[in-house]
């Protein structure tokens, strides 16, 4: 829950989703993100001038991560819950900063 509050409340990059989260796992912290950018691009999101212009264009690209990431169920799994990339753990720096910067 903690992880939607935070990406909803602030303009985000990149998040690194944890698939095995405790209160709302991975898979649908990601969905209601996605879809939360989807409806603030159709019906605006009550913020700011600047802020809510800038989120109408916008959506954070979402990571998943897990320890399991070489099973192909899993794969596919991210690929149904709109994860924009998916990462096996444990992350190293370098890894992240490639995927920061592309």
């Known amino acids: 829950m903690e992880a939607y509050d935070i990406a909803t409340e602030t303009l985000l990059d990149i998040i690194l989703m944890d698939l095995n989260m405790p209160i709302m796992d991975g898979f649908t912290s990601c969905i209601k993100i996605?879809?939360?950018?989807?409806?603030?691009?159709?019906?605006?999101?009550?913020l700011g001038c600047a802020e809510e212009?800038?989120?109408?264009?916008?959506?954070?690209?979402?990571?998943?991560?897990?320890?399991?990431?070489?099973?192909?169920?899993?794969?596919?799994?991210?690929?149904?819950?709109?994860f924009d990339?998916?990462?096996?753990s444990p992350l190293s720096a370098k890894l992240i900063q490639e995927e920061i910067i592309g």
Not at 34 to 46: A, L, N, P
């Open 34 to 46: 996605k879809s939360f950018y989807e409806e603030s691009k159709i019906f605006g999101g009550g």
């Open 53 to 82: 212009e800038q989120r109408l264009h916008y959506s954070p690209f979402i990571v998943a991560v897990s320890a399991s990431m070489f099973d192909s169920n899993l794969i596919r799994q991210c690929q149904d819950h709109k």
């Open 85 to 88: 990339d998916w990462k096996c």
